[in-house]
T-cell receptor, first 113, second 107 residues
Framework: NAGVTQTPKFRVLKTGQSMTLLCAQDMNHEYMYWYRQDPGMGLRLIHYSVGEGTTAKGEVPDGYNVSRLKKQNFLLGLESAAPSQTSVYFC????????????FGPGTRLTVL | KNEVEQSPQNLTAQEGEFITINCSYSVGISALHWLQQHPGGGIVSLFM???GKKKHGRLIATINIQEKHSSLHITASHPRDSAVYIC?????????FGAGTRLTVKP
């Protein structure tokens, strides 16, 4: 099993450009999450999904959209990138309800110039 | 104010020392997680707790629900334990994280 994978690993954007980050998991997990990690601030939840076709906002959702068309994939979109979205993005998946272990992807380092 | 506070922010220890990292939270939770982030950036889950105590090898995690406090202990620390340790709590379907404790274990 590959676990949780993220594509791409690195990306540099110019302000105003758009892009989509892909998270894929092969563990048949129901729950999936997108986080951002900034120096000195820890991880913050952007959006999450509790199942195929469902999404919900987390702590810092502004400027991002998500989709979960297939159970194994969770996409994070930036419609018009801003320098404040420079960060490391982590995806995670979890079986069932909140009391289970989360499995993290390797991260995507995004720089917006 | 962050819902999850960790202490200390940074910790340097000599190999073999007993390590304690603390986590306090201010919200009602369904579970608490301890995570380890390696110097290369990867994050792995160490423990998930909803009550009591768990042990895995040299790592021990405890939680006191009434006091809203958890501790992560490392016995006989080793340089390979050097990493950032992160406390996180589940409430509703949300996750909130502490800022992390950077541990350096010197040989």
């Amino acid at each position: 099993n590959a676990g949780v994978t993220q594509t791409p690993k690195f990306r540099v954007l110019k302000t105003g450009q758009s892009m989509t980050l892909l998270c894929a998991q092969d563990m048949n997990h129901e729950y999936m999450y997108w986080y951002r990690q900034d120096p000195g601030m820890g991880l913050r939840l952007i959006h999450y999904s509790v199942g195929e076709g469902t999404t919900a906002k987390g702590e810092v959702p502004d400027g991002y959209n998500v989709s979960r068309l297939k159970k194994q994939n969770f996409l994070l979109g930036l419609e018009s990138a801003a320098p404040s979205q420079t960060s490391v993005y982590f995806c995670a998946s979890q079986r069932g309800n909140v009391g289970n272990e989360q499995f993290f992807g390797p991260g995507t380092r995004l720089t917006v110039l | 104010k962050n819902e999850v506070e960790q202490s200390p922010q940074n910790l340097t220890a000599q190999e073999g020392e007993f390590i304690t990292i603390n986590c306090s939270y201010s919200v009602g939770i369904s579970a608490l997680h301890w995570l380890q982030q390696h110097p290369g950036g990867g994050i792995v889950s160490l423990f998930m707790l909803s009550s009591g105590k768990k042990k895995h090898g040299r790592l021990i995690a405890t939680i006191n629900i009434q006091e809203k406090h958890s501790s992560l202990h490392i016995t006989a620390s080793h340089p390979r334990d050097s990493a950032v340790y992160i406390c996180a709590v589940n409430y509703n379907n949300d996750m909130r994280f502490g800022a992390g404790t950077r541990l350096t274990v010197k040989p």
